[in-house]
């Protein structure tokens, strides 16, 4: 059973930065894409970015221009880089992973934007 780990959450001012980690137990190629969600308290999973086996991406509206997804191969990892954060940025944030007709979910990890 294949394993996802998020970390890199944290508390951080508005403006500010935070990279996310979605480290896989196994090889990252094998899922073939990875999603990162979030969710705010009363409100659904909302998928926030992208990447696939073949590196295409795609973001949130929302969040365009501001965050970034890219994948460590020889790490098996994929981040999150998060860039002039805002208040409603706020949520758990988790990673998905998708391998045929299973999908894989991480924790979650608590990205709080706050002065």
């Known amino acids: 059973q294949a394993q996802l780990v998020e970390s890199g959450g944290g508390l951080v001012q508005p403006g500010g930065s935070l990279r996310l980690s979605c480290a896989a137990s196994?090889?990252?190629?094998?899922?073939?894409?990875i999603h990162w969600y979030r969710q705010a308290p009363g409100e659904q999973r909302r998928v926030v970015a992208f990447?696939?086996?073949?590196?295409?991406?795609n973001y949130m509206v929302s969040v365009k221009g501001r965050f970034t997804i890219s994948r460590d191969n020889a790490k098996n990892t994929v981040y999150l880089q998060m860039n002039s954060l805002k208040p409603e940025d706020t949520a758990v944030y988790y990673c998905?992973?998708?391998?045929?007709?299973?999908?894989?979910w991480g924790q979650g990890t608590q990205v709080t934007v706050s002065s």
């Open positions: 998905n992973g998708r391998r045929g007709l299973n999908d894989y």
């Open positions: 990447i696939t086996r073949e590196d295409m991406t």
């Open positions: 196994e090889n990252i190629l094998s899922f073939s894409v």
